[in-house]
């Protein structure tokens, strides 16, 4: 009954409230749909063989390093060949990434499946992935996307998809023999504490000076010099509306907060209200190829319930929302990028709106 269940739930998941035709949960889907799925399986599951089949290809898949490498569907069932590939490719470290919600996700996966079955061997590689995380940590504190790539813009401290953050949270939840990570050896819960101590160190020392005050953060720092770097080419260096939210977020979670944790939220979120975007809205049209496009433009009157937002991409040096295509040129209308990058990225985003409740909330603790 209960794998009945669990079954209904995938479909639901994977196909749509009006789907013509049922998908196979099994076949080959978008590795998001893995990330996504992972978090919300119920305990019951997992006493499952089907749980346990799963388990089996999380292992597959684990790297020599410990890690994981990022866009697997794990639930997917492998044909011969592409069980030998995943064999042969767990030599090929230079794959093991904390991008896309990989590793973690594992780490946490083969955690509860070990709680449910008492299987050694999940325990295990559970354990191999958190000691990952600790390797792969830089001195200063910072996670670099991929470990141990030697180099290319995978080697900045990544916050870039909230990489570094949801490391911070893993191992906040290890030392805290949060469920399901109840059987870290405790000296290893140590090690998780000193590793996430480090993170908030490296966090506040990369936060952004503008004019000699303190704003937000980069996608991506220099693993060397903590400077704001570039990655893809359209990804330069400038202060992030998006990664910034999640590491503000994080240091408001922090009990008991430093004078130095308190400044660094403070400046932040005076940065978020500053810069917020009003007064424009996206309007979806059919370009003249027959694509779905959007621009942005003015809302309709000054009543309209307009958005409020952020952008990706602001200047180190002002504040002025930018854009990039591939060509790597800044542009500060949304309209003057190409048709691919426009609609393949992510330009804006409201979860500045998280900051900014959380902060009145976080004000009246820190307070009392």
């Known amino acids: 009954m209960k794998r009945t269940i669990f079954f209904c739930a995938l479909l639901a998941l994977f ?10 949960y099994k076949e080959k889907h978008p590795y998001k749909d893995w990330v996504k799925l992972a978090p919300k399986l119920d305990d019951a599951f997992f006493t499952t063989p089907e749980a346990v089949r799963i388990a089996d290809n999380v292992l597959l898949y684990q790297q020599t390093t410990g890690g994981w490498p990022k ?25 093991s990434t904390i991008d896309n919600n990989a590793t973690s996700t594992e780490i946490r996966y083969l955690s509860r499946i070990y709680l449910a079955t008492g299987i050694e061997k999940y325990k295990d590689a559970a354990l191999e992935g958190i000691r990952y995380l600790l390797k792969a940590q830089y001195p200063n504190g910072g996670w670099p996307q991929f470990w141990p790539r030697p180099k290319g813009y995978y080697t900045h401290i990544t916050y870039n998809d909230n990489a570094m953050v949801n490391v911070m949270n893993l191992l906040r939840d290890v030392y805290n023999k949060k469920a399901p990570y109840t059987y870290v050896p405790d000296t290893l819960c140590q090690r998780a504490r000193i590793a996430f101590d480090k993170g908030v160190e490296c966090i506040l020392n990369t936060q952004v000076k503008q004019n000699g005050k303190l704003t937000v953060w980069c996608a991506q720092h220099d693993e060397h010099t903590l400077a704001p770097a570039k990655a893809r080419a359209y990804e330069l260096p ?66 309209y319930p307009c958005p409020v937002f952020w952008a990706r991409f602001y200047p180190l040096e002002d504040n002025r929302p930018f854009f990039c295509d591939r060509d790597g040129v800044k ?13 393949g990225y992510s330009w804006y985003n409201n979860a500045g709106l998280k900051v900014l409740k959380k902060y009145e909330q976080w004000k009246k603790q820190i307070k009392d």
């Open 238 to 303: 400038s202060l992030s509306g998006a990664e910034s939210d999640n590491i503000v977020l994080l240091l408001m979670s922090i009990p008991a907060p430093s004078p130095r944790i308190i400044a660094s939220v403070e400046a932040a979120v005076s940065w978020f209200k500053a810069n917020k975007i009003t007064g424009i809205m996206r309007k979806d049209f059919t370009n003249s190829e027959g694509k779905k496009d959007y621009r942005m433009v003015p809302c309709p009157q000054d009543d």
């Open 15 to 24: 196909t749509g409230a009006n789907a013509q035709k049922t998908t196979d």
């Open 71 to 95: 866009n697997i569907y794990m639930p997917a069932e492998l044909t011969a060949d592409e069980y030998q590939k995943a064999l042969a490719d767990k030599d090929n470290v230079n794959q």
């Open 331 to 343: 542009k500060y209308d949304i309209s003057e990028i190409g048709y691919e990058r426009r609609n």
